[in-house]
């Protein structure tokens, strides 16, 4: 009995999500993070590619809300394949972009003026919304 | 012996469950909008009144009588339900004549605004009160990502839910915090004023919301509007029933969402003359009326499950399956009772708000009870300003003696 056990014991232990899978046979059923209430699996790889795609027009947070919506995809390795493509995509850009904004906000703002000069002044976003009147709630 | 699986989950739990989906964000917005008025007030100066369709009869000045000021109120609000009346019309002819894909449309663009303009708008004022050192690149394409995302999120029915959710609310707090700009008196006639609106409009036979209500039940379609709806309770029974419960509720009927009729071609808030601003009024006086509050409960199981079977499994109707639905305005106006609670002391935010979840909990009960859909604005709105008068005219003059004779507290 216990003899016959331990091999699958072992492969357990070296291969827990592998034995997960051959349990359940394909990982996570459901492909979003929403599980029953969210959408099919043929639907998700439409959902994952035009997210992904849409993205590309300076739209990191949509990037985000990809790799938000199918984290089931993007936590399982090997499970759905052609969404996982879609969603590795948006979160290796999402990193990307994410790296860039912020290295560029914290650089304005901490930077200032010793570092940009009398630009800094023309670009600080309260100054502009003086200028243009942005706040005037008429 | 097979045996028969007893429910997990008994009556209270799945209602409590349910109570709580909706009682929450409800909550979270009246939140975020006391703090955006407590934070945003107390540094400017909150005297500018915005013109808008709600002042469009009487702007109020400090030097008027009470009396005038009332007078003045009443006819704005009779103005503003006026005007709310008819595009609420509007909107049914337009729900009549099918044009869905206008409707929809139009959705996804005054949530654009909203979340743009306003949202863009709230935050400029956070940047110049606390000079955030934020450049206008970055504000910018942020604020892009933000407001597209959310007219993505209001416009598909399939993205997430907890980022629907979460963009309605947001959508609400905005729209909440630009109502609590308008002067005092107009504010709270105008609140009771829309109350007994939403009663009318829902109750009546001849009550375009009512018509709204019975149009899609007919057709068996959903409204395209703003409407939050709460994630269903599911039973721990029947857990992942057959195949997809693909959110089933949203095609069922008798969905009680406001839609959203939209007439103006808005202009942004950079342009400061009164054109834009009454534009905009009107864009968002729609999602107001859009949001009408009908609070409806939704017993749809499966697609291929008989009515029949629905009903004899549901109980009082708040079912397992079901899931409620609350306007968007009723998110709206309750916040804006609450934002303006705010602008006098924190005591009266905390009493309208115990009075506010009270008569939702009310409207909850009535409407397991009568299974229809049914206004949410009234009981909670008139218990709000009950309360609130009472604060601050009798109860805080009460709780000061007591407090600086170190009594109580």
């Not at chain 1, 948006?90 to 914290?106: H, K």
């Not at chain 2, 009107?282 to 499966?302: K, Y």
Request: with cysteine; hydrophobic share 50%; net charge negative.
């Amino acid at each position: 009995m216990e003899a016959s056990q331990s091999p699958t014991v072992d492969r357990q232990i070296l291969n827990p999500e592998s034995n997960a899978n051959s349990i359940a046979s394909v990982g996570p059923l459901w492909p979003t993070v929403d599980g029953p209430l969210g959408l099919s699996e043929a639907d998700a790889v439409t959902y994952a590619r035009r997210f992904y795609k849409f993205g590309f027009a300076l739209l990191p947070w949509l990037w985000a809300i990809n790799c938000f919506y199918f984290w089931p995809v993007l936590r399982h390795r090997r499970s759905f394949p052609q969404i996982r493509r879609y969603v590795l995509g948006s979160a290796i850009g999402l990193t990307a972009f994410t790296i860039l904004l912020c290295s560029w906000a914290l650089t304005f703002a901490i930077g200032g003026e010793s570092l940009f000069g009398t630009s800094w002044n023309q670009l600080v976003m309260y100054n502009l919304a003086d200028k243009w009147g942005l706040t005037g709630w008429n | 012996m097979a045996q028969r699986q007893r429910p997990r989950c008994s009556l209270l739990d799945s209602l409590g469950e349910e109570i709580v989906r909706i009682v929450t964000p409800v909550s979270i917005c009246m939140l975020l909008v006391v703090i955006l008025v407590s934070v945003l007030n107390s540094s400017s100066s909150s005297s500018t009144s915005v013109t808008t369709i709600a002042t469009i009869a009487y702007s109020e000045t400090d030097s008027d009588s009470s009396w005038d000021k009332f007078v003045g109120a009443l006819l704005n609000s009779l103005v503003f339900v006026a005007v709310v009346t008819v595009v609420t019309f509007v909107l049914v002819l337009l729900f009549y004549l099918r044009c869905t894909k206008f409707l929809k449309f139009y959705m996804g663009f005054s949530a654009f605004i909203v979340l743009g303009f306003m949202g863009g708008q709230v935050s400029l004022f956070l940047i110049q009160d606390y000079s955030i050192p934020i450049d206008c690149i970055t504000f910018f394409l942020v604020l892009f990502n933000f407001a597209v995302v959310g007219v993505l999120a209001v416009f598909m029915s399939k993205m997430a839910i907890f980022v629907t959710q979460g963009y309605l609310v947001v959508i609400g707090m905005l729209v909440a915090y630009w109502f609590t700009m308008l002067p005092e008196w107009t504010t709270w006639v105008m609140l009771v004023a829309m109350a007994l609106y939403d009663l009318a409009a829902v109750l009546l036979p001849v009550g375009p919301l009512r018509l709204l209500v019975e149009l899609a039940i007919s057709r068996d379609e959903d409204i395209p509007a703003l409407v939050y709806e709460a994630r269903p309770v599911t039973d721990h029974d029947s857990g992942v029933s057959s195949g997809n419960q693909r959110r089933v509720w949203r095609e069922r009927s008798g969905s009680a969402a406001l839609n959203e009729p939209e007439n103006s071609t808005d202009e942004p808030n950079p342009n400061p003359g009164r054109v834009s601003v009454s534009n905009v009024e009107t864009e968002l006086s729609a999602p107001l009326i859009e949001h009408r509050m009908n609070i409806d409960s939704q017993e749809t199981r499966g697609e291929d499950d008989a009515p029949g079977e629905n009903l004899a499994l549901e109980g009082i109707g708040l079912g397992s399956t079901g899931a409620i639905k609350l306007g968007l305005g009723d998110f709206i106006f309750y916040s804006v009772l609450v934002g303006r609670a705010a602008m006098y002391d924190f005591m009266t935010v905390y009493a309208c708000y115990l009075a506010i979840i009270a008569g939702l909990g009310v409207t909850l009960v009535l409407l397991a009870f009568y299974r229809r859909a049914l206004p949410a604005l009234p009981v909670s709105i008139l218990l709000g300003v009950l309360f609130y008068v009472l604060t601050r005219f009798v109860l805080e003059i009460f709780i000061v003696q007591l407090s600086s004779n170190l009594l109580m507290f």
